[in-house]
């Protein structure tokens, strides 16, 4: 059974006859007719009684005509719907972002512009992790994904842009003075309590970072773990210990809190947009953006 029988089927019962409901549907008579004995001999019983050239319909057929105009109805309904997606007149696009990379640069720019283009389009955004970023999108729950470079990038599965790069200082809480503005040396920060977050949270932001550290020869004493960067500041505020966070926090900071380059410790951390490797309609929209953004930030 097809769309097409129960279009020739309804044009009938609404019509009163084969003839009218040829007119009307713009095609041969002996064509609605074979259509709608075809439809008939699929479903095994009559939809229509023959009174010579007028038809009427059996009380099986009056109940299959209102269930197919609905049929047809929602048919066409899905259309519209699909056909507004297609434009960009309507939808939902999935988006992972961090907080912490929210505030300035590419992913304010990025959103506001979306939406002041396509603002029948709505962007639902999943505050998460790097690395539960990544799981979604490869999960399908998400569309789209702002993300520091994890482990877990399935690079076969999923477009890759590369946005910037940050890099790591050191927050302080204010109370902490250091008597200079120059970037800190290994004696100003040499035995400083750390607040850190632990490795299962970024692997190889985790390795980096510490590798990086142990290099300048710091060893870091650690007296508190968090599991985001927010915690750790607040932490930090609170004097409970310094932290090595990602310089883009800078863009926000928290209230007494200060931020430090730190000689000789650098730990570029790779800034991206991740999406599946076939995004959908909407979603290319949103790289389209992305990709322009990207180019003026350059």
């Known amino acids: 059974m097809e769309l097409r029988h129960l279009r020739y089927f309804v044009a009938v019962a609404e019509h009163g006859g084969i003839s009218h409901a040829a007119e009307r549907l713009n095609i041969a008579q002996p064509a609605v007719s074979r259509q709608i004995r ?10 229509l009684l023959r009174e010579g050239r007028r038809v009427v319909l059996t009380d099986a057929g009056r109940t299959f005509a209102e269930r197919a105009r609905a049929i047809l109805q929602d048919a066409e309904d899905a259309a519209e719907a699909a056909g507004r997606i297609s434009r960009g007149e309507a939808g ?35 505050p998460m ?6 799981n979604a999108l490869l999960a399908g729950e998400l569309d789209a994904a702002f993300v520091y470079r994890q482990d877990n990038i399935a690079g076969e599965a999923l477009n890759i842009h590369s946005l910037r790069y940050d890099n790591v200082v050191l927050a302080a809480s204010t109370d ?11 004696e100003d920060i040499d035995g400083l309590p750390i607040v850190a977050f632990p490795r299962s949270v970024a692997p190889a932001y985790h390795d ?46 928290p209230r007494q809190v200060q931020f430090r380059e730190v000689e000789g410790l650098s730990v570029p951390i790779e800034f991206l947009f991740l999406t599946r490797k076939s995004p959908g309609s ?17």
């Open 38 to 47: 075809d439809l008939e001999l699929e479903l095994g019983f009559d939809l």
């Open 92 to 126: 939902t696009v999935r988006v992972g972002l961090l907080e912490s990379a929210s505030w300035a640069g590419h992913v304010p720019l990025t959103l506001n512009r979306f939406k002041r283009r396509h603002d029948r389009i709505r962007l639902e955004i999943h």
């Open 129 to 134: 992790s790097s690395v539960e970023q990544i």
């Open 176 to 186: 902490l003075v250091f008597g200079h503005d120059e970037p800190l040396t290994f």
């Open 208 to 253: 980096n970072l510490f590798a990086a550290l142990s290099a300048i020869g710091f060893n870091a004493e650690i007296v508190q773990e968090a599991q985001d960067e927010t915690t750790i500041l607040s932490l930090v505020s609170a004097g409970v210990g310094c932290a090595f966070v990602n310089s883009a926090n800078a863009q926000r900071p």
């Open 282 to 298: 909407l979603t290319r929209l949103l790289v389209d953006t992305v990709q322009e953004i990207n180019a003026e930030q350059a």
